[in-house]
C-alpha cells in the first residue's frame, strides 16, 4: 500500500473535478441578491439587521464535520416529506459529527419558493421561512406570500421585487445545485436527492425510514474515519470525498442515433481515431483548455445533428471548466449535394476564423465560439424551412443576422475553399464512416443522444488517476 506521505501530496495536488455551489454560510455585508430586513421598524427604531452572505448555502453544522448531508429539494411537496424531518433530526442529534448543506433546485412550472427562500436565506430567515411555509399551505397566493414574509421578520415589498426580478446570484446558486445534482446523481431521478458524504444512498429519499438514515450515517462515518486514519485534515474531507467519481457501469452501452449516412463499411466496434482528429480552427463550445472534448460530426444542413449536438451541450454545461465540444463537417463528398454542403462548412471555418456578433447576446452562450453560432443558427434556419435552400442565400442572411464582415467573410471563403472536404477526407482516414458520428476520448461511436451515456463516457475520460491516492484504494499494493 502507498505511503501516507504519498497519499497525503497526491491529495494536495488534487483539483476537485465536479464544479459546486458554495457551500459555506458566512455573515458579512450584504451582497446583490441580499434584498431583505429583519422586519420594518417604525422611524427612529433602530433594527438590529442579520445577513447572510447570498451566494453561499444554507446549513447546518460545521464545515469540517465528519458527515456531509447534501440535500436536493424544492420548497413544498420535496421539503413536507418525512425524510426531510428525519435528516434534521440527525443533524441535531450529531450537532458537530453532521453537517446538513440545503441545495435548492428549481421548482417546474410557475413555481417561485425557491427564489422566496434564497431571499430569506440572505436575510439570516432561511429557516424560520422553512419552517413556517412547511406547516402552512402548500400553494400559495402572493398575500399569502406577504403574509408569511411578515410573520417570520421579512420586507414582503422586497420579498415580492426578489421573486419578481431574482437576481443573478440567486440563479447561480440554483444552476450550480443542479449541476452538482447531476454530476454525482445518475439518470436524473426527480428531487428531493441527497448525498452522504458525496455517496448516493441505496434507498430513494423519499422512501427514507429511520433504519435507512441510520445506516447511510453509519456508512459515511465509516468512510470519513477511513480518511482520518490516512491522514487527511477534518476540514479537508469534503473535499476529498469529491475526488471520489460515482461509481458507474462495468461496460458502457452506446445506442446510436439516427444518421444520414454510412461512408464506406461501418466498424461493428468503436474504434480508435488513427491518426487523432486535428481540431484546430474548428467551432467549439467550451474553453480551449478542457481536459476532455466532445466531437460532434455531421453535415452542416443535418436535422439529425441537432440531438447529438444538444446532448454534448448538456453534458458540457455539467462540467464547464473540464469539457469542450467541437462541430466539425462530415458527410459523404461524393453526394448530390455535396458542393452546397462544402460552402456552408466552409463559411462555419471563416465565421470561426473572423468572429460573428450578434444584437442580443442572450440568443448565444458566452461558451459558443463564433463559429459555433454560426453553426446553430445554419441549423436552425436549415431544418425549420423543411426543404433545400441555395447555400448562397443561407450565407447571406446569416452574415447580415450576425454582422459577419462581408469583404473579409468573401475573401476568406474564397481563400480556403474546400478545406472543409479535405478535413473529411482526413478523418475518414482515420477511420470515422457514420454521419452524424460523436467523439469521446478519440474513439468514434455513432450519434449519441443519451445524455447519461454520454456522461458516463465524459466522466470515464475525466477520471485521473493520479487523483486516487491510497484511501480510495484500500487493497492497493
Known amino acids: 500500500m502507498r505511503s501516507l506521505l504519498a497519499a497525503a501530496a497526491v491529495f494536495a495536488l488534487a483539483q476537485p473535478l465536479a464544479v459546486s455551489a458554495p457551500g459555506e454560510v458566512g455573515r458579512g455585508e450584504a451582497g446583490p441578491a441580499a434584498q431583505g430586513t429583519a422586519g420594518r421598524g417604525s422611524r427612529g427604531e433602530v433594527v438590529r439587521v442579520e445577513h447572510h452572505d447570498p451566494t453561499a448555502l444554507p446549513s447546518r453544522g460545521p464545515a469540517n464535520a465528519l458527515v456531509t448531508i447534501e440535500?436536493?429539494?424544492?420548497?413544498?411537496?420535496?421539503?413536507?416529506?418525512?425524510?426531510?424531518?428525519?435528516?434534521?433530526?440527525?443533524?441535531?442529534?450529531?450537532?458537530?459529527?453532521?453537517?446538513?448543506?440545503?441545495?435548492?433546485?428549481?421548482?417546474?412550472?410557475?413555481?417561485?419558493?425557491?427564489?422566496?427562500?434564497?431571499?430569506?436565506?440572505?436575510?439570516?430567515?432561511?429557516?424560520?421561512?422553512?419552517?413556517?411555509?412547511?406547516?402552512?399551505?402548500?400553494?400559495?397566493?402572493?398575500?399569502?406570500?406577504?403574509?408569511?414574509?411578515?410573520?417570520?421578520?421579512?420586507?414582503?415589498?422586497?420579498?415580492?421585487?426578489?421573486?419578481?426580478?431574482?437576481?443573478?446570484?440567486?440563479?447561480?446558486?440554483?444552476?450550480?445545485?443542479?449541476?452538482?445534482?447531476?454530476?454525482r446523481i445518475r439518470n436524473n431521478p426527480p428531487t428531493p436527492n441527497v448525498l452522504f458524504n458525496g455517496s448516493v444512498p441505496s434507498t430513494q429519499l423519499s422512501a427514507f425510514g429511520t433504519n435507512d438514515?441510520?445506516?447511510?450515517?453509519?456508512?459515511?462515518?465509516?468512510?470519513?474515519?477511513?480518511?482520518?486514519?490516512?491522514?487527511?485534515?477534518?476540514?479537508?474531507?469534503?473535499?476529498?470525498?469529491?475526488?471520489?467519481?460515482?461509481?458507474?457501469?462495468?461496460?458502457?452501452?452506446?445506442?446510436?442515433?439516427?444518421?444520414?449516412?454510412?461512408?464506406?463499411?461501418?466498424?461493428?466496434?468503436p474504434v480508435l481515431a488513427s491518426p487523432p482528429l486535428d481540431l484546430r480552427g474548428l467551432p467549439s463550445y467550451g474553453p480551449a483548455e478542457a481536459a476532455t472534448t466532445i466531437v460532434v460530426m455531421c453535415a452542416p444542413n443535418s436535422a439529425n445533428c441537432n440531438a447529438p449536438l444538444r446532448s454534448a451541450k448538456i453534458v458540457q454545461e455539467l462540467y464547464p471548466e473540464s469539457v469542450r465540444v467541437v462541430w466539425a463537417p462530415f458527410y459523404d463528398v461524393s453526394r448530390e449535394d455535396a458542393a452546397d454542403l462544402s460552402q456552408l462548412a466552409d463559411a462555419a471555418l471563416c465565421a470561426e476564423k473572423l468572429g460573428v456578433t450578434v444584437d442580443r447576446d442572450a440568443d448565444f452562450s458566452d461558451a459558443a465560439s463564433p463559429g459555433w453560432r454560426w453553426v446553430e443558427a445554419v441549423l436552425g434556419e436549415v431544418?425549420?424551412?423543411?426543404?433545400?435552400?441555395?447555400?448562397?442565400?443561407?450565407?447571406?442572411?446569416?452574415?447580415?443576422?450576425?454582422?459577419?464582415?462581408?469583404?473579409?467573410?468573401?475573401?476568406?471563403?474564397?481563400q480556403i475553399a474546400g478545406a472543409s472536404i479535405a478535413w473529411i477526407e482526413a478523418t475518414r482516414h482515420s477511420g470515422a464512416r457514420v454521419s452524424p458520428s460523436t467523439v469521446v476520448g478519440g474513439r468514434l461511436y455513432g450519434p449519441i443522444i443519451d445524455r447519461g451515456t454520454l456522461q458516463l463516457l465524459v466522466e470515464a475520460e475525466l477520471e485521473p488517476g493520479w487523483l486516487s491516492p491510497s484511501w480510495m484504494h484500500p487493497d492497493s499494493k
Open 383 to 414: 431544418t425549420s424551412r423543411h426543404r433545400r435552400i441555395p447555400p448562397t442565400r443561407i450565407i447571406d442572411k446569416l452574415a447580415e443576422k450576425l454582422h459577419v464582415d462581408r469583404r473579409g467573410f468573401a475573401t476568406c471563403r474564397a
Open 213 to 269: 438514515l441510520d445506516r447511510e450515517y453509519r456508512k459515511a462515518l465509516d468512510r470519513a474515519l477511513e480518511l482520518l486514519d490516512h491522514g487527511i485534515e477534518p476540514a479537508e474531507l469534503a473535499s476529498a470525498f469529491d475526488q471520489v467519481v460515482p461509481a458507474g457501469p462495468q461496460e458502457i452501452v452506446v445506442s446510436p442515433g439516427s444518421t444520414d449516412e454510412e461512408i464506406g463499411e461501418a466498424p461493428k466496434e
Open 71 to 183: 440535500l436536493f429539494f424544492t420548497p413544498g411537496q420535496n421539503s413536507r416529506i418525512q425524510a426531510y424531518r428525519l435528516l434534521e433530526k440527525l443533524q441535531a442529534e450529531h450537532p458537530t459529527r453532521v453537517r446538513l448543506l440545503y441545495r435548492l433546485v428549481k421548482g417546474g412550472g410557475q413555481s417561485r419558493i425557491h427564489y422566496a427562500a434564497l431571499f430569506a436565506h440572505g436575510s439570516g430567515k432561511f429557516f424560520e421561512f422553512m419552517d413556517a411555509f412547511n406547516a402552512g399551505k402548500l400553494t400559495l397566493t402572493d398575500k399569502d406570500l406577504a403574509d408569511l414574509a411578515v410573520k417570520v421578520g421579512l420586507d414582503p415589498d422586497r420579498m415580492a421585487a426578489a421573486i419578481a426580478n431574482p437576481p443573478a446570484a440567486y440563479n447561480q446558486i440554483l444552476d450550480a445545485n443542479e449541476r452538482r445534482r447531476k454530476q
